[in-house]
């Protein structure tokens, strides 16, 4: 069968019958519809509404094929999430890609996807991000030159440390700063929608006559242009990775998915609308950071505002990269792909707190070692590799297993659009601009073969290996984890 049979236990086999195992430690449904669409949105405005616009533009060439970039790239993310919401409800565990790729297409590729995602992916997601928090944070401070880097990355790992904390303690404490931070970044976005219908009101068109003019449309243009928009909606998955922690996840996931990203789509549009009503394209392309300076243009004595915006924007999702990033690290352990000790949880909290805390050590490596840009390149390349192979699995199960169950179902047609999408994002930078660090990220994820075979298959592990697992079980006061055989 191709679909893997699920382990009904996560810790070590017994001679007791699975389907008698009582569940004994888990973690707990408490993310509902508000929560699920607040972690969905939430995730996906970060830092990249307030600084990619200009990027965009820079590439398009002129505003109205800017603005088509953002509504295609919204589209696709809405997309890929619905496709991801039918597998959701066909398998019906956290993990996101790496539990669609494990029951799908088997242990392998599954420890790949989860090697490459728990090691270099997900922290480099979570280290660009508090990267961007940091640079805002600290540009107060610094008025009239640029913030030395040792304080950006000292604020940035500070960010990172609060984030283990807060979620380390409890699923509901994560998910109440989610929403408070959620509904502050819209307020932030409904300020600058505001401030363009003004704008546009008193004749302010000047950017939206003759829009076309100047457009470029090169195949390698165009995707690195995506690339820049698809960054600000990176998050649109992010439900699928703590699907067991979900409220009726049935309903849940697809019902947040239509809700969160259209809304994310509309608001982005708008908000790249305000931007050309206040500033002309030569403008936005001059400016270091467009927020900031839409906030000079229009606000005046308030432009601080912008400013605190974008620092409550980006820490509030790198909480959403932090929440779903230790999920995959937890999952992973718990199919046998990690160390025991990362697939349990804590014993009163009830939070994959090892998890959670090595997500955290891997993204201080890469604030310590790493710019954001050279994060953000390697970031998009290796997860919309990752994203094609999954949108393919559920292509896979939708022609050769149209028998199982499922309570949602997404028409053929939209996995089709969106895995043609992900070979087209992977294949053009690629095709169009060959970079040496391309070869280093396929070296670094076949490097997973040495690992796997003795480690995995072999099941070859160091004798002293049980004996940290137990001092850091007693250390950290975690327990294996098991679950309902359902």
């Known amino acids: 069968s191709t679909m893997r049979k699920r382990k009904t236990t996560d810790s070590p086999p017994s001679s007791t019958d699975p389907s008698e195992e009582k569940e004994k430690l888990r973690l707990k449904q408490e993310v509902g519809l508000i929560s699920g669409v607040s972690l969905i949105a939430g995730t996906m405005i970060g830092s990249g509404i307030f600084m990619s616009p ?41 993990g996101g890609e790496y539990i669609y790729i494990l029951r799908i297409f088997g242990s392998f590729p599954a420890f790949l996807f989860a090697y490459t995602s728990v ?29 030395p880097q040792v304080v950006i990355k000292c604020t940035a790992a500070a960010c990172i440390l609060l984030l283990t904390i807060i979620n380390c303690l409890n699923v509901r404490l994560a998910m109440s700063v989610m929403n408070v931070f959620t509904a502050a970044k819209l307020l932030a976005l409904l300020v600058i929608m505001v401030g363009g219908v003004v704008l546009l009101a008193k004749g302010q068109t000047q950017s939206f006559q003759n829009a076309f003019q100047n457009t470029t449309a090169g195949i390698g243009t165009v995707g690195v242009a995506f690339y820049q928009g698809l960054w600000s909606y990176d998050g649109w998955n992010n439900l699928n990775y703590v699907t067991e922690e979900l409220k009726k996840p049935e309903v849940t996931l697809p019902r947040a998915v239509m809700i969160a990203i259209p809304l994310v789509t509309c608001l982005y549009l708008l908000v790249n609308v305000s931007y050309l009503s206040a500033m002309t394209p030569s403008e936005m ?15 005046g004595s308030w432009a601080w505002l912008i400013s605190l915006s974008v620092a409550l924007s980006t820490f509030g999702s790198s909480n959403g990269t932090f929440f779903s990033g ?14 025991d000790i990362l697939s349990m949880a804590h014993v009163r909290c009830l939070t994959p707190a090892p998890a959670l805390l090595f997500t955290s050590a891997m993204s201080l490596i890469m604030i310590i070692s790493g710019s954001f840009t050279s994060i953000v390149n390697f970031f998009s390349f290796m997860a919309w590799f990752f994203y094609g192979m999954t949108i393919s699995g559920l292509l896979y199960l939708k022609i050769k297993k149209p028998e199982l169950p499922r309570s949602y179902k997404v028409p053929i047609i939209i996995p089709i659009i969106v895995l043609v999408a992900a070979v087209y994002l992977v294949l053009a930078p690629i095709i169009d601009q060959p970079q040496i660090e391309i070869l280093y990220i396929v070296l670094f994820v076949f490097s997973g073969i040495i690992l796997y075979f003795p480690l995995v298959h072999y099941k070859c592990h160091p004798r002293f290996l049980k004996t940290v697992t137990l001092h850091l079980q007693l250390l950290l006061e975690v327990a294996p984890t098991t679950r309902d055989a359902d």
């Open 54 to 94: 200009e990027w965009v533009l820079h590439h398009m060439g002129s505003p109205a094929s800017s603005l088509l970039i953002w509504a295609a790239c919204g589209l696709l993310a809405t997309f890929g999430a619905l496709s991801y919401a039918e597998l959701g409800t066909i398998i019906k565990e956290s």
């Open 285 to 299: 392309l001059s400016s270091g950071a467009v927020a900031v300076t839409w906030g000079d243009k229009v606000l």
């Open 119 to 147: 090691i270099l992916v997900r922290p480099a997601g979570l280290a660009a991000v508090c990267l961007s928090f940091a640079e805002y944070a600290v540009a107060p401070f610094y008025p009239g030159c640029s913030s």
């Open 326 to 339: 230790g999920r995959v690290c937890y999952i992973a352990a718990r199919e046998g792909h990690m160390p």
